[in-house]
C-alpha cells in the first residue's frame, strides 16, 4: 500500500490529475449470476468518468458464479478504493485487481481478408503463419484467421495486414488468469458458511495481495 | 436466468393455500412486523392495493400528496423508530418520484424498502403506458433492487429486501413488481425471513489486533479527540459510546447525523462539526495528537480541505463499512465491524482517564464563540428576530425532549446549532443529500414512527413550498406535527454564499410566499404568524399545547448568516466567527 500518497481521492483524477503511478490493471469480479449486475459494476466507472479499456464477463469453474474481467490504466490506489465499492455491492462476491505481471491474459482477434491478396500474395501467408493466425473460415471471396494474444500483439498483425487490403477486424476483451489463483470451489464454501472465515470476510486484503486466495 | 436463490421453505409451514402475489406482499409485510405504510396508487400497482383493502386493521396506509413525500415520511419513520420504512408507488411517474428520496436514504443510510408497481412482463421493453426503467433509473440510488416478473419470487424478493434494507450498513432497496405477478396464483407455504446471503457480509469480521493498537494510541494520546457520525445511533450504540468516552474522557463532537446520540449537556460534548459547526471542534481537528471516527464518513462539509485535514493527528476509524475506510481520510488503525461491538471491546482496554487540560481547550473556544457569535445571535440588538433566538425559545418549552425535524438552508444549520436534545433518534434531517422539501413530509413520518413523542418541524420559506403539499396529508390523517416556518424571505443559505463569495449579487434568491397561515387554514390546520419578539413564546407555546397539527410562522431578520463558517476549499482551522 503506498503510504506517502495522502491525498483526497479525486474522483476525476483519471481525466486531469496527469499519469503519474497510472498502470494496467486488471480487476477480477466474482458475482452471483443477476440480471442487472452487469449495469451496477459498469456504472461504478462511469460516475467516476473513468475509462473502461476492456470489459469481460464470463461464466466461471463454479455452476452459479459469474466472473467480469475488466481492464482500466489507473493508479493503485483510485483502483483500490474502486474494487472496495464494487465488493459492497450485495450480490458481489469477491474483487480482486492485478497488474500484468501478476496475470496470464490473452484477447483474440478476428480478420477478414481478401482471398485473392494470399492466394497471390505470399508475404500475407507467411505473416499469419509467423503470427499463429488460424483459419476460421474459407469463401471464394475473402478468408476469416483467428489469432489470440497479447493487445500488442494483434495490434502489430492488425497494422501489418493494413496494406493489404483488410476487409474488417474486430478484437475481444481481455481475459485473464490470475497466478496464484486456486479457483472458487473452495471459496464459494467459506461464501456460503453462516459465519465465514476471516479471509473472505469485508475486503480488508485487497491491499495485501500476497494474501489473497491465502486460506 | 434470472433467479433469486428461493428462501428454504421450511417444513413447519401453515398448509398449502394458493394465494396471489399481491396476497403474498401482505403476508411478507405482516411477518416483517411492518405497522405502516406511505404510499400512493396507481394503474401498475392496483392488485397490490386491492389486497391492501382486506388489511387495514393490520396495515396502517398513510396516502401522501406527491410519491416524493412518501419516502421522505419512510425517512423520517425509519429514522425515529430504527424500523425500516416502507413505500408503494406506482410504475412510471410514481416511481421516478421516489428516486429524490431514495438518493437521500442512500446517501444518509436509512432502511426503506420501497414497492412499485410495473407494467406486465409481456410488455417490458414495450415503451409501454406509464412503463419505465425503474430499476437502472435507481440501481445507483438503491443498495439493492430487483424486478420481479412471477408471483413464485415474491416472498423471496421481499425476505432479501427488508433483511438488506436494515442490516450492514443500512441503505434503501426497490423492489419492482410486474402487474402479473401481483395477480398470479401461486402455492404459498409460509413467509421465512432472511438472515444469510452468500455474496453479502454485512457486518466485517472484527480483528483484535487493531482494538488492541486503537486502545494503545488512545492511552498514550494527550490530546485524544472524538468525532461521531449517525454510525452510533445506527449501530443502536449510545450506551456503548458513552461508556466508552466517559471512560477515555475524550471530548466528543458530532456531525450533523450524529447529532442527539449524546445528550447536549453531557459534560464531553462538544459540539458540532464541518461547515457551520463549532469553533472548538473545527479548530481542534487539526490541534489533536489522535483523532478518534466512530460510524462517521469525513463528508467534505466535515472536513474542508482534505489536504489540511488533521494531517498531525493519529487517525483511528471505527466503521460497519469497510469501504468507507482510507476513502477520504488515510487511517493509521482501521477498526472494522459494528460499533456496538467493537466500543465496548476497547473500553474494556483503554485507561480510565481525564484530559481536563484539553477538555479546557475547548471551553475556551467556546467561551469565544459565544463572545463573538452566539450571544449575538441569541439576544439580537435590532427588532428583526434571528432564528437562534426562535430555536433558543423553543428549548425552553421543549426542554430538548422533542423531535426535531430540519429541512434544509440557514434553518437547519442553526437548528443544529443550537437545539437541545436530551434523547437519540431526536434529530432528523436531509444531511449528505441536503434535499429541500425533505422536512414537511419527513415530519410526518417522524411523528407515526415516535407517536408518544413532540415532532417539531424547522423549515425555511423556499424548502416549505417544495413539499407544502403534504399538508393534505396532515389534513387527512391527523399527524400532530408542529411546523415551525423560519421566514426570512429568502434562499437564505443561497443568499448568504451570494453576499461572502458573489460580491451581494443575489441571483434569484428573493422568493415569494403565499399567505402560510392561510395555506395551512384552507387545509384545517391552526396556525398563526408572528412578527414581533414580544409575541415570540406564547405563539410558541399555543403552537406545543395544541392538540392536533399547528403551523407557526416568525418572519426572521431577512439577511442574516449563519456562522461560524467554513468557507469552501478552507481548511477547518480557518474556520471564521464572522
Ligand atoms: C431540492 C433542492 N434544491 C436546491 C437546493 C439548494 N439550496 C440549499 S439551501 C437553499 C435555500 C433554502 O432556502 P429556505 O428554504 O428559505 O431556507 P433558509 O436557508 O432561508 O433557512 C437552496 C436553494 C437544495 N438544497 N435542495
Known sequence: MNNDNKNQYAPNSSASGGAKGKQEYTITVYTENQIGLLNRIAIMFTRRKMNIDSFNTSPTEVDSVHRFNIVVNETEEVVRKLCRQIEKQVEVLKVYFNTND???????????????????????????????????????????????????????????????????????????????????????????????????????????QDKVFSM | METLEIVKEKTTAVKEENISGSEAVMRALIAEEVDTIFGYPGGAIMPIYDALYDYDNKLKHILVRHEQGSIHAAQGYARTSGKTGVVFATSGPGATNLVTGLADAMIDSTPIVCITGQVFAHLLGTDAFQETDVINITTPVTKWNYQVTDANEILSALAKAFYIAKSGRPGPVLIDITKNAQVQKFDYKGYEKCNHIRSYRP?????????????????????????????????????????????????????????????????????????????????????????????????????????????????????????????????????????????????????????????????????????????????????????????????????????????????????????????????????????????????????????????????????????????????????????????NNFLGMVRQWQQLFNDRRYSFVDIQSPDFVAVAKAYNITGQSVNDRKNLKAALKEMLDHKGAYLLEVMVGKENNVFPMVPQGCSVAEIRLK
Request: aromatic share 8%.
Open chain 1, 102 to 208: 501478476e496475470i496470464v491474459w490473452q484477447e483474440m482477434a478476428l480478420y477478414k481478408v481478401p482471398a485473392d491478396v494470399i492466394a497471390t500474395k505470399v508475404k500475407v501467408e507467411r505473416l499469419l503463419r509467423e503470427k499463429g493466425a488460424r483459419v476460421v473460415a474459407i469463401r471464394t471471396d475473402y478468408i476469416v484467421f483467428e489469432t489470440s494474444g497479447h493487445r500488442e500483439e494483434i495490434n502489430a498483425l492488425t497494422k501489418a495486414l493494413e496494406p493489404y487490403g483488410l476487409i474488417e477486424f474486430v478484437r475481444t476483451a481481455r481475459i485473464a488468469i490470475i497466478n496464484n489463483s486456486k479457483g472458487f470451489h473452495e471459496k464459494l464454501k467459506e461464501f456460503e458458511a453462516l459465519q465465514p472465515g476471516e479471509g473472505i470476510i469485508s475486503n480488508e486484503f485487497l491491499n495485501q
Open chain 2, 203 to 487: 457486518k466485517p469480521f472484527i480483528r483484535k489486533k487493531y482494538i488492541e493498537q486503537a486502545a494503545a494510541l488512545i492511552n498514550e494520546a494527550k490530546k485524544p479527540f472524538v468525532i461521531f457520525g449517525q454510525g452510533v445511533i445506527l449501530g443502536d450504540a449510545e450506551k456503548e459510546f458513552r461508556q466508552f468516552i466517559e471512560k477515555a474522557g475524550i471530548p466528543s463532537a458530532w456531525t450533523v447525523l450524529g447529532l442527539s446520540a449524546l445528550p447536549t449537556d453531557h459534560p464531553l460534548n462538544v459540539g458540532m462539526l464541518g461547515m457551520h459547526g463549532n469553533y472548538g471542534p473545527n479548530v481542534l481537528t487539526n490541534e489533536c495528537d489522535v483523532l478518534i471516527a466512530i460510524g462517521m464518513r469525513f463528508d467534505d462539509r466535515v472536513t474542508g480541505r482534505l489536504d489540511k485535514y488533521a494531517k498531525q493527528a493519529k487517525i483511528i476509524h471505527l466503521d460497519i463499512d469497510p469501504a468507507e475506510i482510507d476513502k477520504n481520510v488515510q487511517t493509521t488503525i482501521p477498526v472494522w465491524g459494528d460499533c456496538k461491538e467493537t466500543l465496548p471491546l476497547l473500553t474494556t482496554l483503554v485507561n480510565k482517564k481525564e484530559h481536563k487540560e484539553w477538555l479546557k481547550k475547548f471551553n475556551d473556544f467556546s467561551k469565544e464563540e459565544n463572545e463573538i457569535v452566539i450571544k449575538k445571535e441569541m439576544h439580537p440588538t435590532t427588532n428583526e428576530m434571528s432564528m437562534a433566538e426562535v430555536i433558543d425559545a423553543l428549548n425552553e418549552l421543549t426542554n430538548g425532549d422533542a423531535v426535531i425535524v430540519s429541512d434544509v438552508g440557514q434553518h437547519q444549520m442553526v437548528a443544529c446549532r443550537y437545539t437541545k436534545f436530551n434523547q437519540s433518534r431526536s434529530n432528523v434531517t436531509s444531511g449528505g443529500l441536503g434535499t429541500m422539501g425533505f422536512g414537511l413530509p419527513a415530519a410526518i413520518g417522524a411523528k407515526y414512527g415516535a407517536p408518544q413523542r413532540e415532532v417539531v418541524a424547522i423549515i425555511g420559506d423556499g424548502g416549505f413550498q417544495m413539499t407544502i403539499q403534504e399538508l393534505g396529508t396532515i389534513m387527512q390523517f391527523g399527524a400532530a406535527v408542529k411546523i415551525l416556518v423560519l421566514n
